[in-house]
């Protein structure tokens, strides 16, 4: 099974509007983090917001923010007000607490949601 | 401040061929990984270290041997290319392991293997 679920492979979506990118994962071990991840078409992955397993509330950063739904399994990441630059491929990602209990061993990632902001 | 630097950008080989995809970062970063990206595959992890002198293997380590002699070094190498290793290498690295750790990644290399 899928450890980290991205059911949109394409959006479209019209500038200034908000935009919810979904990410559904699947792990046993309670302690996780989760991270979004940004790569516009020049190639290189932007982070963009870290939500831990323990984390109470939502995590924000500035337009971004996550709406962490522990019991269903779910991370999706809002943008608010969006712009021709959110243009770009989305990644959600997963790091365990894992063998160490660390997340050494790496990060986990979906397949992507290639979001594209028309004016 | 570099960050993290991977050498070449770009990367033609024939099959058989063997070759090193550089990867340092100067922000003193004990924790480095490799990451290839294939279409509609998402990224994913070939090895990864913990520090100098400490390598593991990850989801896809077959066909690549690394070594991490120094803090600052993680090369990855490709020991006989085949086609299948045709993708956009990444490489990462973080200040620890732990859960919220940000990896910041390389530019990436688009390795064309014929």
């Known amino acids: 099974a899928q450890k980290i679920t991205q059911t949109q492979p394409g959006m479209f979506v019209q500038e200034k509007e908000a935009v919810t990118l979904d990410c559904t994962y699947d792990t046993s071990d309670p302690s996780y983090g989760l991270f979004w991840y940004k790569q516009p078409s020049s190639g290189e992955m932007i982070f963009l917001i870290y939500q831990g397993s323990y984390d109470q509330q939502n995590a924000t950063e500035g337009r971004y923010s996550l709406n962490f739904q522990k019991a269903r399994k779910s991370a999706n990441l809002v943008i608010s007000a969006s712009q021709l630059g959110d243009s770009a491929m989305y990644f959600c990602a997963m790091r365990e607490g894992g063998r160490s209990g660390g997340g050494a061993d790496g990060l986990t990632f979906g397949k992507g949601t290639h979001l594209i902001i028309q004016p | 401040n570099a960050g993290v630097t991977q050498t070449p950008k770009f990367q033609v080989l024939k099959t058989g061929q063997s070759m090193t995809l550089q990867c340092a970062q100067d922000?003193?970063?004990?924790?480095m990984s490799w990451y290839r990206q294939d279409p509609g595959m998402g990224l994913r992890l070939i090895h990864y270290s913990v520090g100098a002198g400490i390598t593991d293997q990850g989801e896809v380590p077959n066909g690549y041997n690394v070594s991490r002699s120094t803090t600052e070094d993680f090369p990855l190498r490709l020991l006989s290319a085949a086609p299948s290793q045709t993708s956009v290498y990444f490489c990462a690295s973080s200040p620890w392991t732990g859960l919220n750790t940000e990896a910041f990644f390389g530019q990436g290399t688009r390795l064309t293997v014929v």
């Open positions: 922000m003193n970063h004990e924790y």
